[in-house]
């Protein structure tokens, strides 16, 4: 049965400081090197037939540090959500700057959009058929470096939930979700977060 592995990125500036930075291109930072180091380790002999990777510098540096023989394919549509003008602001700048905004986010997470930014339908209008692509190619074990809203993406539409009941699971950077199945029956086999030292 198809395995699909699931990867998000490892700690950046962003993850650290807590700033919006869907499509900012940051970098990993050195804990975040550190944990996708660990993540390596767990996957010390896997073997991947298919290495996707969305096209941001932190996914690609992660790829590198996991699957540094392997042959990547860039897709657009596993980069992460854009948050328009939210991007590089925290939480705290927007309870400042946008206190009717922040609300609207709090009480309907999946229907509202960032000013400039993707709404929850626009990342899985792109999300989707990428997931319904990877469960009919021919590989049998393939490895997705992508990000944490796309990774909910995916739970949503396998659960056929809101968006915002994904927040139930936990997904740290570097979080690794195996996967198992077929169009027709899919499961979710491992959720691992990795912990390093601070």
């Known amino acids: ?21 869907g499509w900012t ?7 975040g090197e550190r944990r996708i180091n660990k993540v390596r380790e767990i996957l010390k002999g896997v ?4 290495v996707f990777v969305s096209p941001l510098c932190r996914t690609q540096e992660t790829a590198r540090l996991v699957a540094p023989s392997e042959s990547w394919e860039v897709r657009e ?13 925290s939480w705290e700048d927007l309870e400042k700057e946008s206190p009717e905004e922040v609300k609207k986010w709090r009480e309907a ?66 979080v690794l979700v195996k996967t198992r199945g077929n169009h027709s029956f899919c499961q979710v086999v491992n959720i691992l977060n990795t912990e390093i030292e601070p």
């Open 47 to 50: 073997e991947f037939e298919r």
């Open 25 to 31: 291109d940051v970098p990993l930072s050195p804990k």
């Open 77 to 89: 549509e596993i980069k992460e959500r854009s948050f328009g003008s939210w991007e590089g602001k």
């Open 1 to 21: 049965m198809k395995e699909i592995y699931l990867l998000r990125h490892g700690d950046t500036d962003a993850t650290e400081k807590g700033y919006f930075a």
């Open 109 to 174: 997470p999946s229907l509202f959009v960032p000013p400039g930014g993707e709404s929850f339908s626009t990342i899985l209008e792109r999300v989707v058929p990428f997931w319904e692509e990877l469960l009919s190619r021919p590989e049998e074990r393939v490895l997705v470096v992508t990000h944490g809203g796309v990774i909910r993406s995916i739970f949503a539409y396998l659960l056929e939930v809101d968006f915002a009941a994904t927040y139930c699971f936990l997904f740290d950077p570097g």
